[in-house]
């Protein structure tokens, strides 16, 4: 028989396998995964600022979740740019959601820079996105079948110009964490108020 117990149980083993899928167990990269990493990077030809900023970003892993602020302009025409970003995202996000890798936030520009500091040619986006990674770990993997990959081609040549920076959380409001917690716990206590 179905009980409150059982019930309260089945929320908390549902909830325990999510935080293993998006928040993982892995950790922070060892010094031989880095190098493993930077050897993959090095055997697609970046340019050595590109390498060592990556280098800088894996060896300094916090073991943390990560956001990328991605600012972006299309070229004209921006019908046909926007199709061509739209399949690279389609089959980079595939690579990303296996990992608990998401879109967190995506919008459109409405008007110029309204403060511009040093930065005049950056000016004119089209849009802003800022995307989840679960690890750093995680980020490696997927850049490693990006970059140099067809669909990351379509990306190349669907932008004008594009401003991409990693950061992690200082303050963040509506995390799924929590919104999954409350989810669950919602349903739950539900259940048991109209059927227990």
């Avoid at 059982?6 to 031989?32: M, T």
């Avoid at 990493?37 to 697609?44: P, S, V």
């Avoid at 500091?117 to 986006?125: E, V, Y």
């Avoid at 750093?136 to 490693?144: G, H, K, N, P, S």
């Amino acid at each position: 028989m179905f009980t409150t117990t059982s019930l309260w149980v089945a929320a908390v083993s549902l909830y325990g396998l999510f935080w293993l899928w998006y928040v993982g167990i892995k950790g922070k990269l060892s010094p031989v995964e880095v190098e493993q990493y930077m050897q993959g990077f090095e055997a697609l030809k970046l340019s050595e600022s590109k390498l060592s900023n990556l280098r800088h970003f894996l060896e300094n892993d916090d073991g943390r979740e990560w956001f990328m602020i991605n600012l972006l302009q299309l070229k004209s025409p921006k019908s046909e740019s926007a199709a061509l970003l739209q399949n690279y995202s389609k089959i980079f996000m595939a690579g990303m959601f296996k990992r608990a890798g998401h879109p967190f936030f995506m919008a459109r520009a409405k008007a110029k820079n309204m403060e511009n500091l040093h930065c005049d040619q950056a000016d004119n986006w089209t849009m802003g996105a800022i995307v989840r990674y679960r690890s750093r770990r995680d980020c490696a993997e997927v850049f490693l079948q990006t970059f140099g990959s067809e669909h990351h081609a379509d990306k190349l040549a669907a932008l004008e110009k594009t401003l991409a920076f990693p950061a992690t959380t200082t303050l963040l409001l509506g995390s799924p964490r929590v919104l999954v917690a409350l989810g669950l716990a919602l349903i739950s206590a539900s259940i048991q108020i109209l059927f227990l």
